[in-house]
């Protein structure tokens, strides 16, 4: 069982940056890679970002690409949502996921956290 715990959001104005941090309680933490997926207000939940067992492959969105940066500690269990030239488009509650692979899709993933807010201003 793997219990996730994401923190770090807040209010920011746009054009700021905040880092998101995923916190997992399971000693094989370097198993798993690990993902983050937002959700908006009436939207589907949809993939963010995502990184290999050892950190060294990851994959983003197109939306996040170039702004965005994910990456892990695998001696910290976390992973971190490093997010900058945040836009109001990228008001959502963020969330964090692990599973045996990069995956874009959310039911390939096997353990979620309960999220935290992002809520840029415009």
């Known amino acids: 069982q793997v219990q996730l715990v994401e923190s770090g959001g807040g209010l920011v104005q746009a054009g700021g940056s905040l880092r998101l941090s995923c916190a997992a309680s399971?000693?094989?933490?370097?198993?798993?890679?690990m993902g983050w997926f937002r959700q908006a207000p009436g939207k589907e939940r949809e993939f963010v970002a995502a990184i290999s067992q050892s950190g060294g492959i990851t994959n983003y969105a197109a939306s996040v690409k170039g702004r965005f940066t994910i990456s892990r500690d695998n001696a910290k269990n976390t992973v971190y949502l490093q997010m900058n030239s945040l836009k109001p488009e990228d008001t959502a509650v963020y969330s964090c996921?692990?599973?045996?692979?990069?995956?874009?899709?959310?039911?390939?993933?096997?353990?979620w956290g309960q999220g935290t807010q992002v809520t840029v201003s415009s």
């Open positions: 996921a692990a599973s045996n692979g990069i995956y874009v899709r959310s039911w390939e993933y096997n353990y």
């Open positions: 399971v000693r094989t933490f370097s198993y798993y890679a």
